[in-house]
């Protein structure tokens, strides 16, 4: 996410031509011709799914509705619900925001499940069928949008909360009164994150009991800036966000005008692709390798949009509870950065619980602080008193 973003931030005033994944070929994903006339989270359309073998006694719903780009412009969005047997008339609806690091609409979650693909199935499906016999409902958004914006994270808030409206309204899924929580990792985890703290603005009706948010990438600028012009491992995923960030900014973040020969190429491998084809055709490289000149780091308006997606330099505070848990010597993201935010909200009255979770990785976090996470996150669906260690 980072190193890519560091070749456009000098982008010029120029029209960008950005690269947008194909369009998916079944006509559910299309927006109407009406979008403009619906409002944010009303229901498009429902479509009830085949039964998935990875989630026994559970019905799987997938719900079109109209969400706001980054722009504030209309689109259409999707979320995916999985409704257990033992789901109870407004019982617990649980937002969980996967980890998408893809270009492609076959990397969204709502085609992620139903994947032949190792590479693409959903890996969390063990904690989600736990999840399932509680009695939980769980809905998966595509957090990224219509264009797999992959890196706007301001986007991926609003889709969630214009997700968990549409669920509501959904009177199939028995959700209109369910208290509801959010929880995410990483990418996810920005997308529910940037979701608790648009939400007072965005949807102040939602009640929300709370969100838990691990490992959350949330200055991008410093991250950028850790990466710099040096080769990076993980630069397919750099260079990911940076095609994600133009197709959301077109005109303010315009990579393909800045871009060399092998950028274009690089840009036109993976412009479809997902996490694993991503990673292989960056590993490695830098962006010096890919950008047509060193002279563009430092245009105000690329900035402007690497800090709109930036948690830590966004003004809005949760009105909810938060538990937040993320490795203190993670690789990826700047952790100074989660603990400003922390310092903020605790500051601002938020009850919020925060944990370590001690791994030398960044996704091995994700597994040691999901247990403590999913026990707070009963613990607001039973209504209990949110605790706080700030």
């Known amino acids: 996410m980072v190193g890519a973003s560091t070749t456009v931030l000098g982008g010029t005033a120029t029209q960008a031509t950005p690269i947008y994944p194909d369009a998916d070929p079944d006509p559910f994903y299309a927006a109407p011709p009406d979008l403009a006339n619906k409002r944010p989270g009303e229901v498009l359309a429902t479509r009830e799914q085949p039964p998935l073998l990875i989630f026994p006694e559970t019905t799987v719903t997938l719900i079109k509705f109209r969400s706001t780009n980054s722009a504030g412009r209309p689109i259409a969005a999707t979320t995916t619900v999985l409704t257990p047997r033992s789901h109870q008339p407004d019982g617990p609806v649980l937002s969980y925001q996967h980890i998408i690091n893809g270009l492609g609409t076959q990397c969204t979650v709502s085609r992620a499940l139903y994947s032949t693909d190792p590479n693409l199935q959903i890996r969390e499906a063990v904690l989600l069928n ?47 009164h369910s208290r509801i929580a959010m929880a995410g990792y990483s990418g996810g985890g920005m997308a529910t994150a940037f979701a608790a703290a648009m939400a007072p603005k965005y949807a102040p009706e939602l009640e929300i009991a709370g969100a838990a948010t691990g490992g959350v990438p949330m200055n991008l600028v410093k991250m950028l800036q850790a990466v710099n012009l040096d080769p990076h491992p993980a630069f397919g995923l750099l260079m990911a966000a940076a095609i994600g960030l133009e197709r959301e900014y077109p005109s303010r973040f315009p990579i ?10 690089a840009r036109k491998t993976i412009a479809n692709a ?55 010597v993670d690789p990826l ?46 613990a607001r669906f039973r209504g209990d008193p949110a605790p706080t260690n700030c």
């Not at 393909?256 to 190429?265: H, K, Y």
């Open 333 to 378: 993201i700047p952790t100074d950065s989660i603990l400003e935010v922390n310092r903020r909200y605790c500051a601002a009255g938020v009850p919020l619980q925060a944990e370590l979770t001690y791994s030398p990785e960044h996704l091995s976090a994700a597994v040691l602080g999901i247990p403590s996470a999913l026990f707070w996150l009963a």
């Open 256 to 265: 393909s005008d800045n871009l060399n020969a092998n950028g274009v190429s």
């Open 130 to 176: 736990a999840l399932l016999l509680s009695g939980w409902s769980i809905a998966l958004p595509d957090h990224l949008g219509p264009t797999s914006a992959y890196g706007a994270a301001r986007l991926g808030g609003q889709i969630t909360l214009d997700g968990i409206r549409a669920v509501r309204r959904v009177p199939e899924l028995a959700a209109a």
């Open 274 to 328: 997902c996490t694993n084809e991503i990673l292989v055709t960056g590993a490695g490289h830098s962006v010096r390798d890919y950008a047509s000149s060193m002279t563009l780091v430092g245009d105000r308006n690329a900035r402007a949009v690497v800090e709109e997606n930036s948690l830590e330099l966004f003004d809005g505070i949760p009105k909810i509870p938060i538990f937040e848990w993320h490795s203190p």
